[in-house]
């Protein structure tokens, strides 16, 4: 329960909401009560003038007592009419201000969430599925929706209810009150038993199905892998056996659901019974009328929504401390990528690395191993070497997506650490290993770098990426979209559009992370020749497993297993005969045998 206090500074923020819906439920059910009195008052009225009534047989005056009493039963009806229309208008008002108030919370706290999981470091993001994240800003927000807003709601109603309907039964009869709310304990307790059972069966449903989409989406992504592999029959009866399991568990929760309403249905009738089983023994002995017992049925009835509603609001509480557990657990999560000095300024792109260690937090692999060289600014620097070497890794650190395990990383003289994230980060065009783009236009998806572009500036940033033949001939140019209702760009369109979002922030620090993979070696030294202008001023990273596009650069590093064994230029390094040289070798034999 403790978990839901972090909804309380919503409580505040929105106190006017609770306050006015209070309000209106407390008035909702004072109109609530007064057709109750008056049933009781007409079921007497009626009683008593046919007394009347009979006893004027022969005489005018019966006529004017008929009279008198339907003005009566009129303005009788008249006046439940009033009382339910106002009724109905005030509980209009309620949900107006208590399930707005709701919708209001919820709106913030997905921002809240929202934010939060933005401000998160790259280790959160490997710790957590996706799934689960949108689970936590989707499912358990509308889960803990359900307590700022109806369990609130029939909560205050609950106890306004009882507070204005029991003082007017125990003022008629203390026995009829005690006997015609003794079911009612029982009607809460059964639908929170049965709501749990409900709840539970409904999250299996709930499960089963999302394991079912998982597989179709899983299933139609790898088509092209189904057929050509003949598996059709095979995910077939992987298929029927999901759904089957999601047919069962559905066909369970429909048992407990039947059960629900019959349940309900006789508790409450079993309090009606009693009502007029003691009341009647009431009437025997001259305690009570017959509108006594009318006004009890409408109390009964009252108090019998309230009361189920009970049942139902324990459990909506606890499922949504639950919930809100969930979203404490990320919202507590703390950013350890902090800055020490927050430095903002210009940074000109001296790079240095100090006896850089670092070993990755989830995996405990240690992926650098005191790596140490530095880069002067405007220069370029390649780092080659085997897979698992740690070049990523240390574009990784350069974008300060880690902290160095130990040693440091410098820009400018500076620690990294010391300037503010965004500093840091809009000074890298970093061009990822793996190609992400949005399913927007092409012009969008470049532009991504750097909101404020003119169109001539994006057709730049693509010419300066080798790309603006390959858009040209699209029907739809730089407008073409991309994603699932777009087109499908090859490997190597794909990364130069990456490269292009990349440039188009005229960043002072470029690094690119194997980005030319998917492209043959020639193009590859044509982008690479044809970048060098843009290069200028900038400090280029070229990470990469080829020597093609190492040899560029004014400096190469040459990893293995974290450390670096070699470094210098592309002369130097040939000259030393060793892993570089060996390397240079093989992959010129290897273009040349494929040619
Ligand atoms: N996010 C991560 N969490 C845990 N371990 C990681 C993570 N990323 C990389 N590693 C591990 O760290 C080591 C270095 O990985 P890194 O990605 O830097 O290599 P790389 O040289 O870029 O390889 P490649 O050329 O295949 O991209 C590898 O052993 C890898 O398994």
Request: aromatic share 10%; glycine share 6%; proline share 2%.
């Amino acid at each position: 329960m403790k978990d839901l206090a972090h909804l309380n500074k919503y409580f505040f923020k929105y106190k006017y909401h609770l306050i006015l819906g209070t309000v209106f439920i407390i008035i909702s059910n004072l109109f609530g009560v007064i057709p109750a009195v008056v049933v009781r008052h007409s079921f007497d009225l009626i009683q008593g003038s046919f007394q009347v009534f009979n006893g004027f047989e022969g005489f005018n005056l019966q006529k004017d007592t008929y009279d008198l009493f339907a003005s009566s039963i009129l303005i009788f009806g008249l006046v439940i009419l009033a009382a339910a229309i106002l009724k109905g208008i005030f509980m209009f008002f309620m949900r107006q201000t208590i399930i707005v108030m709701s919708r209001l919370i919820e709106y913030d706290l997905k921002n809240e969430i929202y934010e939060h999981y933005q401000t998160l470091p790259l280790s959160f993001y490997r710790k957590n599925n996706t799934g689960d994240l949108m689970n936590r800003i989707s499912e358990d927000v509308s889960r803990v929706r359900m307590y700022v807003g109806p369990a609130i709601m029939y909560g205050i109603n609950l106890f306004t209810m009882f507070l204005i309907v029991i003082p007017f039964m125990l003022s008629i009869n203390v026995e009829l009150t005690l006997y015609s709310l003794l079911p009612l304990p029982f009607l809460s307790f059964s639908i929170y038993y049965v709501n749990n059972i409900i709840n539970k069966r409904s999250e299996e449903i709930q499960e089963s199905l999302s394991d079912l989409s998982t597989f179709v989406q899983e299933a139609f992504s790898g088509i092209r892998v189904i057929k050509a592999f003949v598996r059709e029959q095979d995910y077939n009866d992987k298929f029927s056996a999901a759904s089957n399991d999601y047919k069962n568990k559905s066909l369970k929760l429909a048992f407990v659901q039947s059960l629900f309403f019959p349940l309900i249905m006789s508790l409450i009738g079993l309090s009606v019974i009693l009502t007029v089983y003691v009341g009647s023994i009431g009437i025997l002995q001259g305690e009570l009328s017959t509108g006594n017992i009318a006004e009890f049925i409408i109390y009964v009835n009252m108090l019998t929504w309230p009361v189920t509603a009970l049942g139902w609001i324990t459990s909506i509480i606890q499922r949504a401390a639950a919930s809100q557990k969930r979203v404490n657990e990320f919202l507590h999560t703390k950013n350890d990528i902090v800055s020490g000095k927050n430095i903002e300024k210009e940074i000109e792109g001296d790079l240095i690395f100090e006896k850089v260690k670092f070993t990755y937090p989830d995996s405990g692999i240690e992926a650098l191993k005191a790596v140490s060289f530095s880069v002067k600014s405007g220069e370029s620097i390649a780092i080659i070497g085997t897979t698992g070497s740690g070049k990523s890794t240390i574009a990784n650190l350069l974008c300060r997506m880690y902290d160095t395990t130990a040693g440091e990383v410098k820009i400018d003289g500076i620690s990294i650490k010391d300037y503010s994230l965004s500093t840091v980060r809009g000074n890298i065009g970093y061009v990822p290993q793996d190609v992400f783009l949005f399913s927007e236009s092409i012009a969008d998806n470049i532009a991504f770098g750097n909101q404020k572009l003119s169109d001539a500036q994006i057709r730049q940033a693509s010419d300066h990426a080798n790309l603006t033949e390959n858009i040209d001939r699209f029907p739809k140019g730089f407008q073409t979209m991309l994603g699932e209702r777009g087109i499908t760009l090859s490997g190597g369109q794909k990364q130069r559009v990456s490269i292009a979002r990349a440039i188009a922030r005229e960043p002072k620090i470029l690094i690119m992370d194997d980005c030319l993979s998917a492209v043959d070696t020639k193009t590859e030294n044509s982008i690479l020749n044809s970048m060098k202008k843009i290069m200028v001023g900038r400090t280029t990273v070229i990470i990469s497993h080829r020597v093609s596009s190492a040899q560029l650069a004014d400096k190469i590093i040459v990893l293995d297993d974290g450390l670096i064994v070699e470094q210098g230029s592309h002369q130097e390094l040939m000259g030393l005969e060793g892993t570089y040289k060996s390397l240079y070798q093989k992959q010129i034999q290897g273009e040349e045998l494929s040619v």
